[in-house]
């Protein structure tokens, strides 16, 4: 199932979230997740960093970015955590997301792009290597 909701994020459209934001994309659909269960409610995204053990992310960060996407509107007045709630542009993405969850070349793309970018982020600083082949 992790596949499957890390696949979303790199089959969206350029001007859209990115594969490097599928962090978001997951976050997306966990607050509607979270929504069903408590459909007026603002919804805390610290919970969503500390189910998923995203210790280098920031919750406020997701939040504002999110926000920035028209996503969702946060909670200004309820302190220090980044409370939430979607918009319709959110409850679409959201809907979007699962539909692109059947999309098994979407899979397919999230899968070698992150292969690259392991590839890139393990080794990218390392000179190649000159062997002599005889």
Request: include cysteine.
């Amino acid at each position: 199932m992790s596949a499957q909701l890390n696949a979303t994020a790199s089959a969206i459209p350029a001007g859209e979230m990115t594969e490097s934001s599928g962090n978001l994309a997951r976050l997306l659909l966990w607050l509607d997740e979270q929504a069903r269960q408590n459909p007026s409610h603002y919804i805390d995204v610290t919970r969503f960093v500390e189910e998923q053990q995203l210790h280098d992310e920031d919750a406020s960060v997701l939040a504002f970015e999110l926000e920035q996407r028209y996503m969702v509107t946060i909670a200004r007045a309820l302190g220090g955590t980044p409370d939430v709630h979607r918009t319709d542009a959110g409850r679409a993405e959201i809907h979007r997301l699962k539909k692109m969850r059947l999309d098994r070349a979407a899979r397919l793309r999230y899968t070698m792009d992150a292969v690259h970018r392991w590839l890139f982020d393990t080794a990218g600083h390392q000179r190649p290597i000159n062997r002599c082949w005889q």
